[in-house]
């Protein structure tokens, strides 16, 4: 690992040039990224941190936010209840299309996709001390290891445009999958993906992840240890949406990507990886960040069916 952060830097001065892709669109504030941004972090589970590049630059989570709520839903309401009303199926579809829904059953296929994160996050109530945003806003500086703060700018643009978001909502009501405060939820939902990050921070939550739940510099327990492989598996399954099988065939990890252009990889035991560039393909994940990942996977053995 001491070769790290000169490779990390490697990889930055590799791919930056690379100018393929654009920002997300179809939310207009994103669209105004810069898009020579690209960082690319590592930390381990003992806490050891490594990075290359603007890793100081703030973006929202948007989907990379969806494991991280799933988890806390499961605390919440067990694995049973979660899977009653969300599958565990890749959905072969889009992450943002409405044809997200099971034949039989209607539920959505998965908590990675929109249909599963907008019931997931229904799912998060208020408790006697604590409002339901605040819960989450809580759970992301926990992870992080430092307070975290919403994107009101984000926020508001994804609101004023989600319309299909919406109409994903309404049909899941309709189906008796999420209650009637249908705005409500879909405003928490929102306001998850538009929490603030940068690269390191990412990786942080990643090496949460891949810490069997605990956080490497504080060691608070955010999930339990027995619920991690049920994010994992989901991640590594439906994570990376409709590429998600090229993504297992070449890299072999637990990944999530967000529309902002945020990575996170999950090296179970090992470490997490986040890359940063708001260059995005047409499944939604960062250019950069692809390319760099498999590079540094390759580079230092870590898919998980290599021995």
Known sequence: MENMNQFLSKL???????????PASYIPELAKADPSQ??????????????AGDVSHKFTLQSASKPFVYGMALEEHGREFMRSRVGVEPSGEAFNSIVELEKYTHRPYNPMINSGAIAVSSFIKDTKNMKRLDRILELFSDYTGHAVTIDEDVFMSEKQTAHRNRSIAHLLRHFEIIGDDIEESLDLYFKQCSVLVNTTDLAMMAATLANGGAQPNTKKVLVKKEHVPDILSLMFTCGMYDSAGEWAYTVGLPAKSGVSGGLLTVVPGKMGIATYSPLIDQQGHSIRGVHAVRDLVEQFNLNIFVN
């Open 12 to 22: 930055v001065e590799k791919y930056r040039p690379l100018s393929s892709g654009a």
């Open 38 to 51: 690209f960082a690319i972090a590592v930390v381990t589970c003992d806490g050891k941190v490594f990075q």
